[in-house]
Structure formats: C-alpha cells, structure tokens
C-alpha cells in the first residue's frame, strides 16, 4: 500500500470511527431521553392519581363527618313538628321520608369514593362487599377468591380495588358475559390479580380506533405506578383474560 492509499484508508477509517460515534451517541441520547420521559410520565400519573384518590377520600370524609349529622339533625328536628292538621302531618312524614333517602343515597355515594370496609378490614373483604353489591344489581354472576387473605400498602389495597371496580364495571357493560370470575392471591413478595370472563371480547385496534382505549390506559396506569405488571389476552367471541402482579417489597 503506497502512502496516498495509506492515508485514504486512515481518513476513511476516521470518518468512520466519527460518523459510528455519533450514531452512537443520539442512540443512547434517545434511549436516555426515552427513560427520562417514562419515568417523568409515570410521574404525572401517580401525581394525578395520588391526587384524586386524595379528593375521593376529602369528600367521602366531609360527606360522612359534616352532611350526614347536619341531615340527621334536620330530620330530628322535622320529626318533632306536630302537624296543624293531617294535611301538614303527611307533609312532614313525606318530608322525613326524603331525607332518609338522601341520607342512604349519600352514604351510598360516600363508601364509592372510599369504601370504609376497605380501610377496616382490608383488600380481599372490600372486593367480597363489592361484589356483593354489583351481583344484586346485575345479572352478571362473579366468582371471587383469595385464598389468603392479608393487608398491604395502603395505596395498594387502593389502587388494586379501583382496578376491580373498572375490570367489573366494564364486563358488566360492556362484554355481554354470564360469568366473571375474579382470583386475588396475596404472598410475601407479590400481588397477583386475575380475571377472565365468558363474554364477547374484543377487537384492541377497533377498540383503540373508537375510544381510545380509556378504560385499558386506567388498568395500565395503576399498575405502572404501584411498579407492577398488566397483560391481557382477548380474542372476539373468546372473553378476556386480566393479569396484574403487582410487587410488595417496592415503595409506592
């Protein structure tokens, strides 16, 4: 090899070595910045989410502490009217009748935005009182087990309900199922959470194309802030399969 060949073979070389590490570099500048936005956007999630279970719990708290003994002494006080004729008498009977419904709807309302069985006795008897409730006003049959039960975090525990209120919720509306069945299984490391049920199941693209797929980002973004995992398997006319395992030895 002559000099000149040499040194066209040396410049060559180099602006290989330039070009290759330049490449390199917005390579890992861009997975960088990748890790950099997802941890940033799980972030903002669990910010936003932190913040409405924070509100949920304010207002079931000021419904629970403030409206219902302001209702309740309303309804004392109206109950010791003595009506001037059977006209009145009926008014004020129909009267305490409508704040007996208000007082059950609010309490009702209030153990939706945090159910007090929850923070008594924990995940699993939250879940079976739910359940309950949904079974006595749907035709939706769910079966639930947990073969043992414990408590966790708290923002877990919360976190986990919600996912099963959403789970429930869209079956019963949405998937056109006889049987849901529900399995939380509790160990020492590890949240386990599934689901599977006999409806109709669904397109993801067509589902993506219509709505959004609000409902799946909910289920996604509360687990990706308790740093746990979600899949699920569906196929049209085949139901659809739930899996979250949510890990316990990691702070929330």
């Not at 956007?41 to 509100?55: C, F, G, M, P, V």
């Not at 529900?182 to 959470?193: E, K, Y």
Request: aromatic content about 6%; some cysteine.
């Amino acid at each position: 090899m002559d000099p000149q060949e040499k040194e066209l073979y040396t410049a060559i070389l180099i602006a290989t070595s330039i070009i290759a590490a330049i490449l390199l570099y917005f390579i890992f500048s861009i997975i960088w910045y990748q890790k950099k936005y997802r941890s940033l956007s799980k972030a903002k999630i669990s910010a936003e989410i932190n913040t409405l279970e924070k509100e949920r719990r304010r207002i079931a708290s000021d419904l629970h502490d403030d409206v219902g003994p302001l209702l309740s002494a309303v309804k004392l006080q109206i109950n010791h009217l003595d009506g001037q004729n059977e006209e009145e008498a009926q008014l004020i009977r129909k009267s305490s009748r409508y704040i007996d419904d208000i007082i059950k709807r609010m309490r009702e309302i209030s153990n939706d935005l945090l159910p007090n069985v929850l923070i008594r006795k924990g995940l699993a008897a939250a879940i079976q009182d739910f359940l309950g409730k949904m079974s006595d006003s749907s035709d939706l049959r769910i079966t639930f087990t947990c073969p043992q039960e414990q408590r966790v975090d708290g923002t877990i525990e919360v976190n986990v309900y919600r996912i099963v209120q959403e789970i429930v919720h869209n079956t019963a509306k949405h998937a056109q199922a006889k049987h849901l069945q529900i399995q939380l299984v509790i160990d020492d490391h590890t949240l386990r959470l599934a689901s599977v049920d006999d409806g109709r199941g669904f397109d993801y693209k067509e589902m993506i194309a219509k709505n959004g797929g609000l409902g799946l980002l909910n289920l996604q973004s509360r687990a990706e802030v308790m740093g746990g995992e979600f899949d699920f398997t569906t196929e049209k006319g085949k139901g659809t399969r739930y899996l979250f395992e949510i890990p316990l030895n990691k702070s929330v």
